[in-house]
């Protein structure tokens, strides 16, 4: 063989391994842009969920004087276990009321129907598929506080789940009182806890989350 031969045998060799680089290369391309197609999907059909709450501080039944209410313990819990959103109801109304004097007040705010204030504006549910609903059990029901939030929010079509906070009470007519204030909202899967065990209670929490799934 001639030089000129080697030298074509050569470059032959050198454009069919460059070529198959190239291939190799290109496909590695398309499947990852497959593969962040799929990513992009999968993040779009994602359910996103957000836990509306109203928790009280300050003198609480069974445990006397807490930093964090019982039913933010929960709300922190659900949005550590399942990523969701978290927007608290806030008054500073009940700010240091012991005990009796607190709950006769709610007494009172329930049998006139009053719809107390809450700070700063509703959110913005528009991009949420599920929404969690809690808070403590006060005269058979949720704060009233909470029912005035209720009238400035749309739950239509959503997926919304009541919780409570109780010393006794279980649900009372809490579900029963957010199917009435939403009525063309799916909602299911209530769920609720003493509040004494909350602190201990982050494995009833998740319990109950994956029995939703």
Not at 5 to 13: E, Q
Not at 39 to 67: E, R
Not at 149 to 161: A, Y
Request: a neutral charge; hydrophobic letters at 35%.
């Amino acid at each position: 063989m001639n030089i000129k031969n080697i030298l074509v045998a050569v470059l032959a060799v050198v454009f069919a391994t460059g070529c198959n680089g190239q291939n190799k290369n290109n496909a590695e391309t398309r499947r990852g842009t497959s593969l962040q197609n799929e990513q992009k999907s999968n993040s779009g059909n994602m359910s996103k969920s957000i836990v509306i709450f109203f928790s009280h501080a300050g003198d609480n039944y069974s445990v006397g004087v807490i930093d964090t209410g019982n039913t933010k313990i929960v709300a922190d819990y659900i949005s550590e276990i399942t990523g969701a959103d978290q927007f608290e109801i806030v008054t500073h109304k009940y700010d240091g009321m012991a005990y009796t004097p607190l709950i006769e007040l709610a007494k009172k705010e329930a049998a006139a129907g009053e719809l107390p204030p809450y700070e700063g504006t509703a959110p913005d549910l528009s991009g949420y598929d599920t929404v969690y609903i809690g808070g403590p059990v006060w005269w058979g029901t949720y704060p009233q506080i909470m029912f005035t939030l209720f009238k400035d929010i749309n739950l239509d079509g959503k997926t919304v789940i009541p919780f409570t906070t109780h010393e006794g009470s279980g649900l009372a007519s809490c579900a029963k009182d957010v199917r009435k204030a939403f009525p063309k909202a799916n909602v299911t899967g209530e769920f609720s806890i003493y509040g004494h065990e909350v602190r201990g209670g982050k494995a009833k929490v998740e319990k109950w989350l994956k029995g939703l799934r």
